[in-house]
C-alpha cells in the first residue's frame, strides 16, 4: 500500500513536536493583489503549519517594496513582481525565486489598461506623449503596455510613467493626473466601479503570456535555512494548487487583505498561479524588460530559480 506523503508531513511534526522544536518562522511580504491568495490560504488551511513552518504574512504597497523589505532583513520571503527581481539579479543581489507566482495568461487576463469613457484614446499611437500610470515607475505593466503602445502604431519613447497606487489608479484617471493606468485585478474592478472608465487594452496582448511575479528570497537566507526554504516551496506548491482549483472558496481572503469588496473580488478576473517555476514562462518578460530597457542585458531564466523550487514531474 502506497503511504500518502501528507503522512510523513505529519509524522516530522510529531517528531518536532516531541523534541520541544517550535515551527520555523517566515515573514512574508507582497502587494495587496489577488495573485498573493495562496499565502494567506495557507495560512488559514494549516497547509504551513503542516509543514513545521509559522508564517507570518503582511501587507506592503508593491511588488518592488515587497523585495526591498526582503533586502532590508525586514522578511525571508517577498512576493514581487519578476521586473524587481531580475533587476535585482542584474544588479549582482543575490535573489531568487523559490515558488511561483501569478500567470498572465492572455486569454484571460487579470491586468488591463483602463482610460475614462470619453478619452479619445483608442490605440498605442494616440498614447503618444501622454502619461501611463503604473504600479511602480518602471515595471512589467509599464513595460507591457510600452509594447501594445509600439504594437498599435504608437512610439513607446514618449510616454511618461508615473507611479500610481493600485487602489488610486481610478482617482487618477477620472482627477486627470494620467491619461491611462495598467492595474492588477482587484484594483481593476474597483476602479471600474465607478462606471466612468472603459478598458483600453490588454496589454499582455502585444507579450504573450508568462510568469510575472514569484515568491522570493535572498541567496544567503536560502543557503543557511535550506530544509525550512524547500519546506516553504511545498506548502506553496500545495496551497498553489488548491486555490487554482477552488477560486470562489478564496473571495473572502483576497477581501480582506485587499479592501476590495467581497462581490468585487468575485465579479473580478482572478489570478492563475503557475505550479511550478519554469524558465520558459520567465524567459519572455526577462527579454521584453531587456528590450524596453528595464534591465541593461537579457540571461537565461533558470540562474534566478531557487534549487529549493518544487520540481516539475
Given amino acids: 500500500m502506497k503511504v500518502?506523503?501528507?503522512?510523513?508531513?505529519?509524522?516530522?511534526l510529531s517528531s518536532a513536536a516531541a523534541q520541544g522544536q517550535s515551527p520555523a518562522l517566515i515573514r512574508v511580504v507582497g502587494p495587496p493583489n489577488d495573485g498573493y491568495k495562496s499565502v494567506y490560504y495557507a495560512v488559514r488551511s494549516g497547509i504551513f503549519r503542516k509543514y513545521g513552518l509559522d508564517v507570518q504574512p503582511s501587507i506592503v504597497a508593491s511588488g518592488a517594496?515587497?523585495?526591498?523589505?526582503l533586502s532590508g532583513g525586514a522578511a525571508e520571503v517577498?512576493?514581487?513582481?519578476?521586473?524587481?527581481?531580475?533587476?535585482a539579479h542584474t544588479h549582482y543581489v543575490p535573489m531568487v525565486f523559490v515558488?511561483?507566482?501569478?500567470?498572465?495568461?492572455?486569454?484571460?487576463?487579470?491586468?488591463?489598461?483602463?482610460?475614462?469613457?470619453?478619452?479619445?484614446?483608442?490605440?498605442?499611437?494616440?498614447m503618444n506623449g501622454k502619461t501611463l500610470g503604473s504600479a511602480s515607475l518602471r515595471d512589467i505593466n509599464a513595460a507591457?503596455?510600452?509594447?501594445?503602445?509600439?504594437?498599435?502604431?504608437?512610439?513607446?519613447?514618449?510616454?511618461?510613467?508615473?507611479?500610481?497606487?493600485?487602489?488610486?489608479?481610478?482617482?487618477?484617471?477620472?482627477?486627470?493626473?494620467?491619461?491611462?493606468?495598467?492595474?492588477?485585478?482587484?484594483?481593476?474592478?474597483?476602479?471600474?466601479?465607478?462606471?466612468?472608465?472603459?478598458?483600453?487594452?490588454?496589454?499582455?496582448?502585444?507579450?504573450?503570456?508568462?510568469?510575472?511575479?514569484?515568491?522570493?528570497?535572498?541567496?544567503?537566507?536560502?543557503?543557511k535555512n535550506r530544509d525550512m526554504m524547500v519546506r516553504f516551496a511545498k506548502a506553496m506548491h500545495e496551497s498553489q494548487v488548491y486555490t487554482n482549483a477552488h477560486l470562489p472558496q478564496t473571495v473572502d481572503i483576497v477581501s480582506a487583505y485587499s479592501g476590495a469588496t467581497v462581490d468585487?473580488?468575485?465579479?473580478?478576473?482572478?489570478?492563475?498561479?503557475?505550479?511550478?517555476?519554469?524558465?520558459?514562462?520567465?524567459?519572455?518578460?526577462?527579454?521584453?524588460?531587456?528590450?524596453?530597457?528595464?534591465i541593461d542585458r537579457s540571461f537565461p531564466a533558470q540562474e534566478v530559480i531557487s534549487s529549493v523550487a518544487v520540481k516539475p514531474r
Fill in 4 to 12: 500518502p506523503a501528507a503522512f510523513f508531513a505529519l509524522l516530522l
Fill in 65 to 69: 517594496a515587497a523585495a526591498a523589505a
Fill in 78 to 87: 517577498a512576493y514581487t513582481n519578476i521586473l524587481t527581481l531580475i533587476q
Fill in 99 to 126: 515558488a511561483p507566482g501569478a500567470m498572465q495568461i492572455v486569454e484571460r487576463s487579470p491586468t488591463v489598461t483602463l482610460v475614462l469613457k470619453e478619452s479619445p484614446i483608442r490605440t498605442g499611437r494616440d
Fill in 144 to 223: 507591457a503596455t510600452m509594447a501594445w503602445i509600439d504594437k498599435t502604431g504608437g512610439d513607446s519613447k514618449t510616454l511618461r510613467v508615473v507611479e500610481v497606487p493600485a487602489s488610486a489608479g481610478g482617482a487618477f484617471l477620472e482627477e486627470h493626473r494620467a491619461d491611462a493606468v495598467t492595474l492588477n485585478e482587484p484594483a481593476v474592478s474597483q476602479a471600474m466601479a465607478s462606471g466612468r472608465l472603459r478598458i483600453l487594452a490588454n496589454p499582455y496582448e502585444a507579450v504573450g503570456s508568462g510568469e510575472t511575479a514569484g515568491f522570493a528570497a535572498m541567496t544567503p537566507v536560502i543557503e
Fill in 264 to 294: 468585487v473580488v468575485a465579479h473580478s478576473v482572478r489570478f492563475i498561479d503557475a505550479e511550478y517555476l519554469e524558465p520558459k514562462n520567465l524567459q519572455p518578460l526577462i527579454d521584453l524588460c531587456a528590450k524596453y530597457g528595464l
